[in-house]
C-alpha cells in the first residue's frame, strides 16, 4: 500500500549523504569567502558591529525592535533618468557658455538616438516584407531622426 513512502524513505540515505557532501564542500567556500570580506572591513567597523550585534542580542527579548540591526539597508540606485539628468545639471555648471556642450550632453545624445535605432529596427522586423504604405511612410518619417548627426 505504502511502497511510495517506503521507495522515498530507501532513496532518502543516498540523497542525504549527497546533501551533506555539498554541505561540507560549501562550508568550505563560505568560510573562504568570509576571510575575504572580513579581511576588507576595516577594524573600527568591526568593533562597531560587534557592539550592536551584543546590543541586539542582550536586548532582543524585552525590546524586538533592537534586532532591526540585522536589516539590510541598500540604498536604491538612480534611475536611468536621474542620471542623465544629474549628469547635464554637472556639465552644464562647467561649461557655462550656451555653444559648449558638455560630455553627459553627446553621451545623452548619443544614447537617446542608439535608443531609436534599436525601437526603428524592432518596428522593422515587426512589420516584415509585407508592409502597407501607412507602415513604409511611418518608417520613412522616423528614419531621418535615426540618421541625423548630434
Partial sequence: MNDS?????????R??????????????????????????APADSKTEW??????AQSSRIN???AMDVYEINIKKALSKKEIKLRLLEEG???NAAPACRSVATWISMGLAIEEAQ???????????RR??????LDIA????SVNSPI
Avoid: H, Y
Avoid at 513512502?5 to 540515505?13: A, E, G, L, T, V
Avoid at 534599436?118 to 516584415?128: H, T
Avoid at 508592409?131 to 513604409?136: G, I, N
Fill in 131 to 136: 508592409s502597407t504604405e501607412t507602415q513604409r
Fill in 141 to 144: 518619417r522616423r528614419a531621418p
Fill in 50 to 55: 560587534l557592539a550592536s550585534e551584543r546590543i
Fill in 92 to 94: 552644464n555648471a562647467q
Fill in 118 to 128: 534599436i525601437a526603428l529596427l524592432i518596428e522593422v522586423r515587426r512589420i516584415g
Fill in 15 to 40: 540523497t542525504l549523504c549527497r546533501k551533506f557532501k555539498q554541505a561540507k564542500n560549501g562550508i568550505a567556500e563560505s568560510e573562504k569567502a568570509f576571510q575575504r570580506l572580513d579581511e576588507a
Fill in 63 to 65: 525590546n524586538p525592535a
Fill in 5 to 13: 513512502n517506503f521507495c522515498k524513505m530507501i532513496r532518502m540515505k
